[in-house]
Nanobody, 123 residues
């Protein structure tokens, strides 16, 4: 699986923004897809992940973004999205999409990574 994240930019605090991650590979739908972020001088942190089965999609979020961010996937287009609302300056980071074989909030459990896209939230 190859991942290509896009959509980063500069946004004002309180605003909203959406990131996309396009995946290649015919087994896209079988992977757990996630978003992580890394702020300057900090470790990479879990943001959100989505698991899909034949009849449902389950999502889970870091406490810091719960209620503000939404992860979604379009298996037909091999793409995942991260809708970010009510953005705060502390959301400023490089955002990475990732794919892995099982549900996890740990970055080492994800096997494939996109290149990262910068999101900057100005106060």
């Amino acid at each position: 699986v190859q991942l290509q994240a896009s959509g980063g930019g500069l946004v004002q605090a309180g605003g909203c923004w959406r990131l996309s991650c396009a995946a290649s590979g015919r087994t896209f739908s079988s992977y757990v897809m996630g978003w992580f972020r890394q702020a300057p001088g900090k470790e990479r942190d879990f943001v959100a992940a989505i698991i899909t089965s034949w009849n449902a999609a389950n999502t889970y979020y870091a406490d810091s973004v719960k209620g503000r961010f939404t992860i979604a996937r379009d298996n037909a287009k091999n793409t995942i999205f991260l809708q970010m609302n009510s953005l705060k300056p502390e959301d400023t980071a490089v955002y990475y999409c990732a794919a892995g074989p099982r549900a996890s909030m740990i970055d080492s459990d994800f096997s494939y990574w996109g290149q990262g896209t910068q999101v900057t939230v100005s106060s």
